[in-house]
């Protein structure tokens, strides 16, 4: 494998998933959730599409409750009015079932439990535990102190009662934004700056998507979170990596609040995955600057992007199983996430014949008028598939790059004097071609033997190419777009330029006036072929129809990747 991959391994554990062992400890005899269900949560803040990254997030949360017979929630984290809408709410449910995976009743909102922790806010003060405070962004980093030298607001000894006051009237809209900030009050001289008397409330007009203009004051995440999971009954709250300095904050939380439960905060490294860019921030500014088609653009690693690409659940959750879990953060190659379709698609996918560069072949000495049918194998992986019919007449279309007049080197398909098989029907002979006034190749000409038919060789003669084709007569249209890296370097995000300089300009290749196998007119999303000799392709969920066909390439035949 990879040393990319490598580099996923937990070091933690032997079996490489060092969350599976905690949870084992936990729910043991004498753990600290001895005789508790295991509880998960999946918390996305919805202001954006899902991508490949979530997926292995959804994967850890949902396959962890899974595996211990457990339940894992599904909540959208929507503290932060800022760019949060129900179209993102609705997306992130239809990719998570996508997924395989169903939350059922228990799907929350993080905005309804508002009135808790305001509740739990002003618990804080009553305990001496918090204060209002007035320093502004910037004069809070001035007074922040440094590793060595503490610093203290002039607000931090504020009276319990005018803090009181103040967070009220903050609630009740009295005062600007930026004006007041709710602190809660914990160790100036910590090591961990996570810890130095955080901002928990911050006063900010905006309207909530779903409670409107209720609340001009809004909870932090650090704060907002571990109470959310405490009323949720969550006994494993699995978050990234850059969540691990905030652990020691999370657990003051829930240790100095009546909430009725007490979670435990396991972190894990983040997927990364090379060529690609998935900050939500910059996969919104490629969309609204229409770099790509929009979040779906098969380009693009949303996982609504991949699903329209081809890529299949099974695939996706292969790739996350694989790559393990890991507290060290790593890059993996993008050619092990194809490598992982490519796997499924070669065992499950049907078989077809499509052209993408058609030139005519003209069998000669075939009669005219003539039609042949042939069943040929769906799938010669899955028999249950059955045949289908194509047919064969004395025109069809093969690939352009499959005749040459002047052969190369080691060149085994159609030139003057060669045989090859077309696939499934005759051995044909080139006797030559015919050419436009600017001397491009327009048509082919061959004559074929029938005594080969279906694989048959009498003579017991060799024959080393074979080649596909679509009977000229009987075939269907079709727009095929091939699909590149949507970045030209590795890692988009190192460097002085913008991460925009490095887009691929040949990302998309739109072919048209390919031609298909008749069969493939009555292709549907999400339907994946192998297109033989080309690479595994699927119907288009969007632009595709009956009366325009369009298969989006998802990934090649060959596989380059290193086991």
Request: aromatic share 10%; proline share 6%; glycine share 6%.
């Amino acid at each position: 494998m990879a040393e990319d991959i490598k580099n996923t391994e937990a070091t933690e554990v032997p079996n490489g998933n060092f969350i599976h062992t905690f949870i084992e400890e936990d729910i043991a005899e004498g753990g600290r959730f001895e005789g508790k269900k295991v509880h998960t949560r999946f918390p996305p803040e919805p202001n954006g599409y899902l991508h490949i990254g979530h997926a292995k997030a959804i994967c850890i949360d949902f396959g962890t409750a899974e595996k211990f017979g457990g339940i894992c929630n599904l909540r959208m984290d929507d503290t932060n009015p800022t760019k949060e809408d129900v179209e993102y709410v609705d997306a992130i449910k239809e990719d998570i079932k996508w997924l395989g995976f169903d939350w059922e009743d228990r799907f929350y909102f993080a905005s309804e439990y508002f009135d808790q922790m305001y509740d739990y806010a002003v618990e804080l003060i009553k305990k001496g535990l918090a204060y209002v405070c007035e320093l502004t962004p910037e004069q809070m980093r001035e007074n922040r102190g440094d590793t060595q030298t503490p610093a203290k607001s002039p607000y931090r000894d504020r009276p319990i009662e005018e803090s009181l006051d103040l967070f009220a009237r903050m609630k009740a809209g009295e005062f600007e934004d930026g004006k007041m900030t709710l602190r809660a009050k914990i160790d100036l001289a910590s090591g961990n700056f996570n810890m130095r008397d955080p901002v928990i409330y911050r006063i900010n007009r905006l309207t909530h998507h779903r409670t409107g203009d209720k609340w001009c004051i809004y909870p932090m995440y650090d704060f907002a979170h571990p109470i959310e999971d405490a009323i949720e009954g969550i006994t494993h709250s699995l978050c990234s990596l850059e969540f691990e300095a905030h652990r020691p904050l999370y657990d003051w939380v829930i240790n100095n609040i009546s909430v009725p439960n007490k979670p435990r905060q396991i972190e894990f490294a983040r997927l990364g995955i090379n060529n690609t860019v998935m900050s939500k921030r910059k996969l919104r500014e490629i969309v609204e600057k229409n770099y790509v088609s929009g979040w779906d653009d098969p380009r693009m690693p949303t996982l609504c992007g991949l699903r329209r690409r081809g890529y299949t659940p099974k695939s996706i959750r292969s790739f996350t199983e694989q790559i393990g879990v890991s507290k060290v953060n790593s890059i993996v190659e993008y050619g092990f996430l194809e490598h992982c379709l490519r796997d499924d698609l070669n065992e499950n996918a049907k078989r077809a014949m499509c052209v993408l560069h058609p030139i005519k072949l003209v069998i000669t000495n075939y009669p005219e008028g003539k039609v042949e049918e042939f069943e040929v194998e769906n799938n010669p992986n899955r028999p249950e598939d059955g045949t289908r019919t194509v047919t064969f007449s004395r025109e069809c279309f093969i690939e352009a790059d499959d005749f040459m007049e002047e052969p190369i080197k080691k060149y085994q398909r159609l030139y003057p004097g060669n045989e090859v098989r077309l696939k499934s029907t005759y051995i044909v002979k080139c006797t030559g071609c015919k050419k436009d006034e600017d001397g491009n190749v327009v048509e082919v000409y061959a004559e074929y033997d029938p005594e080969t038919r279906g694989g048959n060789t009498p003579d017991g003669r060799k024959v080393r190419g074979t080649i596909h084709w679509v009977d000229a007569n009987n075939c269907a249209d079709a727009e095929v777009r091939l699909y590149d890296n949507l970045f030209t370097v590795p890692d988009p995000d190192t460097g002085d330029r913008n991460f925009l300089d490095y887009l691929n300009p040949k990302s998309l290749e739109v072919l048209t006036g390919c031609k298909a196998e008749k069969n493939l007119e009555t292709a549907v999303a999400p339907q994946s072929f192998q297109f033989m000799r080309i690479g595994y392709f699927c119907v288009d969920n969007k632009d595709s129809s009956p009366e325009h066909l369009v298969f989006n390439r998802s990934v090649s035949l060959k596989d380059g990747f290193k086991k």
